[in-house]
């Protein structure tokens, strides 16, 4: 059972930066791709970035893409979102997640979610 423990977050000004970490519990995490997702209040969740196992394939929501970078260490069972020019419509709480499964139909671990919040 793989767990993720997720780290940074919080308050920003437009135009500011946050990282957000994921760290995984066991080393399989290395085997499997990783999504980071969202969810506004009031809104459903929806998916932001991912990235397969070994890092050589990544994919992102065109709401973010060339803001936002996703990345990953296996060597430290980590994966991160480093969040660049916010805006205030970023403000959500995001959550990882991650999946054995290689066409991203089911992500079976989720982490515990972390509020982010741009102020304008």
């Known amino acids: 059972q793989v767990q993720l423990v997720q780290s940074g977050g919080g308050l920003v000004q437009a135009g500011g930066s946050l990282r957000l970490s994921c760290a995984a519990s066991?080393?399989?995490?290395?085997?499997?791709?990783t999504g980071w997702f969202r969810q506004a209040p009031g809104k459903e969740r929806e998916f932001v970035a991912r990235?397969?196992?070994?890092?050589?394939?990544?994919s992102y929501a065109d709401s973010v893409k060339g803001r936002f970078t996703i990345s990953r260490d296996n060597a430290k069972n980590t994966v991160y979102l480093q969040m660049n020019s916010l805006k205030p419509e970023d403000t959500a709480v995001y959550y990882c997640?991650?999946?054995?499964?290689?066409?991203?139909?089911?992500?079976?671990?989720w982490g515990q979610g972390s509020q982010v919040t741009v102020s304008s």
């Open positions: 997640a991650s999946t054995p499964y290689s066409d991203y139909s089911r992500y079976d671990y």
């Open positions: 066991e080393r399989t995490f290395s085997r499997y791709g």
């Open positions: 990235i397969n196992w070994s890092g050589g394939s990544t």
